[in-house]
């Protein structure tokens, strides 16, 4: 990727998840002040944030947070919903920080194989892409849409059903999006099963090979896998007497493809562990930011928040308190600020070079 400059850029950021929770805010603001939480990311190193909502998120008066001390945020009584996105949006564009928006659920119940359900039809998912490109078009902070965190199960990629190929239906959204919004970049993640070769939720992208995606603006589309270790599912690969020499293989077939044989851009959209150690998850981690690295591919790293689940979080427990043994590992390939560290700076578009 390059900027409106020519400028090479890696996206190195971090999630902060949830606004697609039930609790429709960035977590930890329990714990402490978001200002605070942005410095600290940025002290870190990441230069991008991924943002995950969920559309329920965007409906007023229903999306109401909770778990804000507004007595450590009083600047956030009474915003909700999309304002209170803003709010984030702002304070990330101001120090220089680039955000992505990603669709991670409709609901906030829980995760979904397709990027409809029958509360949140397609032409629900198009119409919020559509306001939200709109509303942030103009805003330099904001770089673009992950169309819809991983689709799996019954997705499928280049069989033309209009039902379940995500492929058709991301470039029915990311068409939709830059017919209002042309400068932001649309990350498409894989699927889980192609041809019967099964892998992570949103991980494989083999089927963009034979069928990949076509956009209204062809050199704004940047895939986007998720890829995990051994704490997530017992995979394979991770008991093979060849571990960790046989990775590389593996990450080749299912998208490290794309970057190597230069189809497309591509930033692993997901990866994160807690091990940073010389146990197979440790190992595994180390290897894959190391490989990341070599290629020069981008990333986002799952997750700032701690509350993470299998992967733990950059944060310790106490939302404060950085893990610097993982850190360290993760600032081994980091890039810098998009535009300097002011939002004055932040380029306004990135795209493809020129072949």
């Known amino acids: 990727m390059v900027d409106a400059n020519g400028r090479e850029v890696r996206f190195t950021g971090v ?4 606004f697609e929770t039930k609790a429709f805010a960035p977590h ?22 991924r943002i995950p909502f969920s559309n329920q998120m965007l409906d007023d008066p229903s999306a109401v947070p909770d778990g804000i001390d507004y007595t450590k945020n009083p600047d956030l009584r009474g915003l909700k919903g999309l304002a209170l996105m803003d709010r984030i949006v702002a304070g990330a564009g101001q120090r220089g920080l680039g955000i992505i928006l990603d669709q991670h659920r409709p609901n906030a119940d829980g995760q979904s194989d397709l990027w409809y359900t029958d509360q949140v039809p397609e032409s629900r998912w ?15 902070a904001v770089i673009g849409a992950d169309l819809h965190n991983e689709p799996h199960g019954r997705a499928t990629w280049g069989d033309n059903n209009p039902q379940t190929d995500w492929r058709m239906a991301a470039e029915r959204g990311g068409d939709a999006i830059l017919s209002v919004n042309p400068t932001w970049l649309i990350f498409v993640e894989g699927i889980e099963t192609y041809h019967g070769d099964a892998y992570w939720w949103g991980g494989n992208l083999e089927g963009a090979s034979q ?7 062809p050199n ?16 394979s690969w991770f ?5 960790p020499n046989n990775l590389a ?12 044989q230069h189809v497309a851009p591509l930033v ?4 994160g562990a807690r091990s940073v150690g010389q146990d197979v998850e440790g190992t595994w981690q180390r290897t894959l930011i190391a490989y990341l690295k070599a290629n020069g591919i981008s990333y986002w790293y799952w997750a700032w928040n701690p509350n993470s689940g299998d992967t733990g979080g950059v944060l310790q427990d106490d939302w404060k308190t950085v893990n610097e043994a993982k850190l360290r590992v993760i600032q081994a390939y980091e890039w810098p600020l998009l535009g300097g560290g002011s939002s004055s700076k932040l380029p306004d578009v990135f795209h493809w070079p020129a072949k």
């Open 15 to 18: 999630a902060w998840f949830g």
């Open 28 to 49: 930890g603001l329990w714990a402490r002040n978001w200002q605070d939480m942005l410095d600290q990311i940025k002290a870190a190193g990441f230069n991008t944030i």
């Open 126 to 140: 198009l119409g919020d892409w559509t306001m939200l490109a709109r509303h942030y078009r103009g805003n330099a």
């Open 211 to 217: 069928f990949p995606v076509r956009l209204s603006v």
């Open 220 to 235: 704004r589309l940047v895939y986007s896998p998720h890829d995990y270790g051994p704490s997530v599912f017992g995979q």
């Open 239 to 243: 008991t093979a007497p060849t571990f």
């Open 249 to 260: 293989a593996v990450w080749q077939k299912h998208w490290a493809y794309l970057v190597q």
């Open 268 to 271: 692993l959209g997901e990866f």
